[in-house]
């Protein structure tokens, strides 16, 4: 079991930034391949980013090239989302997910993905 808890929301004037953790407890944490996903109010969960195991593949949503990064240090059982540059419109619930193994296939589907944190909001204001 993988519990996963996120961290580092709130509250940014546009063209702002936040950097959003998720760490999780236990000696696994490399062995998963790890995402970040997005909600807003009356929207579908969308993919923002995702990250191999060992940071050899990063993917990201159209959306946010250029001003999301994610990356990881298994050191430390976490992954962080950069966020630079915020618009209104990446106002969402983010959450981190895990799986044990994503592809270029599979990578933005959140179905795909076995483990969920509970969320860290993030507004962003115009």
């Known amino acids: 079991q993988v519990q996963l808890v996120e961290s580092g929301g709130g509250l940014v004037q546009a063209g702002g930034s936040l950097r959003l953790s998720c760490t999780t407890s236990?000696?696994?944490?490399?062995?998963?391949?790890m995402a970040w996903f997005r909600q807003a109010p009356g929207k579908e969960r969308e993919f923002v980013a995702a990250v191999s195991r060992s940071s050899g593949r990063t993917y990201y949503a159209d959306s946010v090239k250029g001003r999301f990064s994610i990356s990881r240090d298994n050191a430390k059982n976490t992954v962080y989302l950069q966020l630079n540059n915020l618009k209104p419109e990446d106002t969402a619930v983010y959450s981190c997910a895990a799986d044990a193994y994503i592809s270029d296939y599979t990578v933005k589907t959140y179905q795909n993905y076995d483990y969920w944190g509970q969320g860290t909001q993030v507004t962003v204001s115009s």
């Open positions: 236990g000696r696994t944490f490399s062995r998963y391949d």
